[in-house]
């Protein structure tokens, strides 16, 4: 009887020990049990698209390209999401590439008060608010070393992405008598500048009496530098949103926009007997 009774006991022993072996889970200082690798299951992640790939979802800056060129100037964060990496960009030394890691952050022209726009015909000042734009350009003129840095935009599912830059001479679309060089003398001499515009000249401004309605008049040639605006003398910028920029058109108009004061003038030349001269101006600014 005794002997049966040693049996049992070491059975019941036995009994506990496997069990306890079983259920025991090692504990971490915050109470949470570890789990035996051999019981994990592998997860299996989907493939990652490249980062440089990924398009972004367009927001509301999309819709108006002035806004979302704006926002691509100042926005840090924004700029290196809306950028195609590799970057290509294009010289007269050949094509290079721009890496995400490279890539320093181009304000453009968003510190500066104002920036200029380009047109060889009124009816596309309206351009400046067309939503249905699917490309646009971004252009430097520097006025002192002759060169025209241009950023190509395209429309990418409706987000803004900035796809390649090239930098070229200006005398590719601007020779000694074209528009281009003929501003540059005329921001920066005053001498030349009274000989280039037009006696009387054309104004358009807002009405000091009533800001709701438009003054259209004329200014004697002794009191266009009592109304004259300040004019870039080293660069000029350009946004082009499909517009015609025909180095041999015998007109142009250069607006000038700011950014937050209301700035808006208008600047009208024309090109007679060989002579640029201009012969319009108007400053509707707030």
């Known amino acids: 009887m005794v002997k049966y009774s040693w049996v049992w006991l070491c059975f019941l022993s036995l009994i506990c020990f496997l069990m306890s072996c079983t259920g025991k889970k090692t504990q971490l200082n915050d109470g949470a049990p570890l789990v035996s690798n051999d019981t994990l299951i592998p997860v299996i992640q989907p493939e990652q698209e490249p980062e440089e790939e990924k398009v972004e979802a ?58 200029t726009l380009m047109f060889d015909n009124e009816s596309d000042l309206d351009l400046e608010g067309d939503t249905s734009l699917s490309s646009a350009e971004v ?7 002759k060169m025209r840095q241009r950023y190509f935009f395209e429309r990418d599912k409706g987000a803004w992405m900035l796809d390649s830059i090239s930098l070229t001479p200006l ?3 601007d020779d000694e008598n074209g528009f281009i060089s003929f501003y540059s003398r005329f921001a920066n001499d005053s001498i030349y500048q009274l000989d280039h515009v037009t006696n009387p000249i054309e104004f358009v401004t807002l009405d000091p009496d009533d800001e709701f309605s438009i003054l259209e008049t004329t200014l004697g040639i002794s ?13 000029l910028t350009n946004i082009n949103y499909g517009q015609a920029n025909d180095g041999r058109s015998r007109r142009k108009i250069l607006k000038v ?4 004061d209301g700035t808006s003038i208008i600047l009208y ?18």
């Open 257 to 260: 926009n700011g950014f937050q």
């Open 139 to 145: 252009e430097w003129i520097y006025l002192d070393s």
């Open 223 to 235: 009191q266009w530098f009592a109304f004259k605006p300040d004019l870039p003398t080293d660069r």
């Open 171 to 173: 005398a590719l679309i």
């Open 58 to 115: 367009p927001t509301r800056v999309d819709e108006l390209f002035d806004d979302f060129i704006w926002n691509f100037a100042s926005d840090e964060r924004l700029q290196r999401r809306r950028v195609r990496f590799p970057l290509q960009v294009a010289s007269a030394e050949g094509t290079t590439q721009i890496e995400r890691n490279d890539w320093q952050h181009d304000n453009l022209f968003s510190d500066q008060p104002t920036y």
């Open 269 to 286: 030349f024309r090109k007679r007997s060989g002579e640029w001269e201009m012969y319009k101006f108007e400053d509707t600014s707030i």
